[in-house]
């Protein structure tokens, strides 16, 4: 059987040359990202939180989250319908992100919806989260 070996990547070995950018964008600052996986964070972020269609000539770009958030139904729906829409949609953009588990606690008070989303990266052996909140 195969082993899976942990991937260095070169442009993580010089820590003066950015790799990407990232999000979110200011004005005035550009936050540069300098390893791998900051920019797969920031990727995983912008992925989330494009609505499809958001994108002119890429209109399947995104994931449909947005939608999910103006639904009337109970907060266990929510919470299966939005995993279930940040998984094809990493499915299909980043396929060597693995979600392990998505969590979203709903604050109706303050239009607000807090994701949390576990993941790790084919070859890494560290898990990661990624934390969002999103404005209804």
């Given at each position: 059987?195969a082993?899976?070996v942990?991937?260095i990547?070169?442009?993580?070995v010089d ?5 990407g ?16 996986s900051?920019?797969v964070h920031?990727n ?19 994931c449909?989250?947005?939608?999910l ?23 299909t ?26 993941y790790?990266?084919?070859g890494?052996?560290?898990d990661?989260?990624?934390n ?5």
């Amino acid at each position: 059987m195969a082993k899976l070996v942990s991937k260095i990547y070169p442009n993580d070995v010089d820590e003066n040359n950015p790799i990407g950018i990232g999000f979110p964008l200011s004005v005035g600052s550009q936050k540069q990202n300098y390893y791998t996986s900051q920019q797969v964070h920031d990727n995983l972020r912008n992925l989330i939180l494009t609505m499809k269609g958001e994108r002119p000539m890429n209109t399947n770009f995104g994931c449909d989250i947005y939608y999910l958030l103006f639904e009337q139904i109970n907060d266990e729906l929510i919470r299966e319908a939005a995993s279930d829409a940040i998984r094809n949609a990493v499915a299909t953009w980043m396929p060597a992100v693995n979600i392990r588990s998505v969590d979203v606690e709903s604050r109706p008070d303050d239009n607000l919806a807090i994701v949390k989303v576990f993941y790790s990266v084919n070859g890494w052996s560290a898990d990661n989260v990624l934390n969002l909140e999103v404005k209804i």
